[in-house]
Each structure stands twice: as C-alpha cells, then as structure tokens.
C-alpha cells in the first residue's frame, strides 16, 4: 500500500538536518528523546533505513527488529525504569495511531502506565 519514502521526519533528525536528544546510536539504529511525551522517560528506538510501517516489514528486517528491543531494553535500564516497569509501543496506521511514517519503537516509562491505552 504504501510508497517507500527515501525522506521522512526521522531521516532527516538522523542526517542532523533537525536537532534531537539523542541517547543511542550505531549503524542501524538510533534512539532520541519524543519531543512531546507522554511520560518522565519517553524515547523512540528507530532504525535508520525509513521502513513507513510494520506492515512493510520484511523477513530481512527480523534481526533489525530484534536489536531494537534489545537496544530499549538498554536504554530502559540505563535510564532506572527496567525494574519498576515500562511500555513498548509501536503503532500502525492511523486506527493504531501512527503519525509518522517510519517505524519506531516508543519506550515510555517513570509512571504508571494503565491498561487499555486510549
Ligand atoms: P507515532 O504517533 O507512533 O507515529 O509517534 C510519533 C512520535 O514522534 C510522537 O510521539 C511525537 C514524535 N515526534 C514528532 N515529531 C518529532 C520531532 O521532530 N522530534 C522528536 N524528537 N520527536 C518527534
């Protein structure tokens, strides 16, 4: 359904052409802090190459995907919530609340978080 995008929001914070709080990169993967978020702690985990949604994953990307749970598991524990808990999200769509069009993984945490979200 949908086109591949070679430019999105999230490509554009990774080429520093916007300013974001970064707390995590490598080759494929980078994390910054959500710049509206919705708890103390609230990162999205993001992977380099512009995939618009889970949708489009492909079986090359399983590892991909692996390693950003991984690197938010770290960053979870860096950052003192991997104890008391925290939430990964990523939506898809619009009826899942997607609103920019290249994958992440939201990692949310130092509240509580309640069950079902809105
Ligand atoms: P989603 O609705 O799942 O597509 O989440 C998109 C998130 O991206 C949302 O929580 C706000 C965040 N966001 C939007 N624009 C920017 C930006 O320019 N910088 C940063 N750091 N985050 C952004």
Do not use: C
């Not at 974001?20 to 919705?38: G, H, K, L, S, T």
């Not at 939506?91 to 920019?100: F, I, K, L, R, S």
């Amino acid at each position: 359904m949908s086109e591949i995008e070679t430019e999105t929001l999230f490509t554009r914070i990774r080429d520093r052409e916007i300013p974001a709080d970064f707390v995590y990169e490598d080759d494929e993967i980078m994390a910054f802090r959500d710049v509206n978020p919705q708890a103390p702690l609230h990162v999205l985990v993001v992977p380099k190459e512009p995939i618009p949604t889970v949708n489009d994953l492909e079986p090359r990307h399983a590892e991909l995907i692996g390693r950003m749970f991984l690197v938010a598991r770290d960053i979870a524990r860096e950052e003192g919530v991997a104890d008391e808990g925290y939430r990964l999200a990523m939506n898809t769509n619009a009826a899942g609340g997607q609103a920019v069009y290249h994958i992440h993984l939201h990692l949310m945490g130092g509240r509580q978080m309640s069950w079902p979200p809105g």
